[in-house]
């Protein structure tokens, strides 16, 4: 456990330096996984989950420094939840490159909370307090009532990222998701279990960079928000 704190920690700070286009590989496959922008419901701590709630102005702003950001890096594919935060987050990165999103995918959907969806934290920890501690504490083992848990989501995030790898190798994808899903994403491809899902953090339109290359993944980037400005714990990064 203090050894991957340790790692996350390095990765972290490496965020705050690395600008993607130095790390690019012609025999690579490389992946930028990015969260949505703001929305309105991130802004109340409202859970959203299969929820399709626009990005609010905070959030379009937020697109738009990421599209800024990244309009020298090539990118060859755009792809997107089919959630608008998403697909509008990734459209407005697409766009700079004229390009538009070649695909949506349905797995790449935040997670299901079932009947949690639209509440609030203070809203379920008073209706679920059990359950909303176990969610805090260990995430892992919670199924939400009508939705699902994190291993079901891993499986489908996991199966969305190795079908674009495999219909683009060598290329480099901008895939458009979401908060939960991209950590648990990160944890498969580094091989963790859900049990670590708190220990990464993924910020509003934060950059991860991943690179595959004969059958092992490697992570070169993780939660960097530079292009919002956010240099310091103390301007907001892990809010």
């Known amino acids: 456990m203090r050894t991957l704190k340790i790692f996350l920690t390095v990765v972290f700070a490496w965020a705050m330096i690395f600008i993607p286009a130095q790390v690019s590989a012609s025999d690579a496959t490389t992946v930028i996984l990015v969260r949505h922008g703001q929305t309105p419901y991130n802004a109340e ?8 709630i626009p990005l ?3 959030g379009l702003n937020q697109a738009k420094l990421l599209a800024e950001y990244l309009k020298d890096y090539p990118i060859d594919v755009f792809i997107s939840s089919p959630l608008s935060r998403a697909y509008v987050t990734t459209e407005t990165v697409a766009k700079v490159h004229g390009m538009t999103i070649a695909y ?16 609030t934290e203070t809203d379920l920890a008073k209706k679920f307090p059990e359950q909303f501690k176990m969610w805090k504490e260990r995430p892992w ?6 939705g699902e848990n994190l291993r079901d989501m891993q499986y489908r995030g996991r199966a969305a990222l190795e079908d674009a790898v495999a219909r683009y190798p060598g290329k480099t994808i901008f895939i458009g998701a979401h908060s939960h899903m991209n950590t648990v994403i990160l944890c498969s491809v580094l091989g963790l279990s859900p049990e670590h899902f708190n220990q990464i953090r993924q910020n509003n339109t934060c950059v991860n960079v991943l690179r595959y290359k004969d059958g092992v993944w490697q992570l070169v980037l993780m939660n960097s928000v530079a292009h919002l400005g956010s240099l310091t714990l103390e301007s907001g990064i892990m809010k």
Do not use: M
């Open 45 to 52: 701590k409202r859970y959203q989950g299969f929820l399709d």
């Open 56 to 58: 609010n102005e905070n």
């Open 104 to 119: 949506t995918d349905d797995r790449l959907r935040e997670v299901n909370y079932g009947d949690w969806a639209g509440q």
């Open 141 to 146: 083992l919670i199924t939400f009532p009508n």
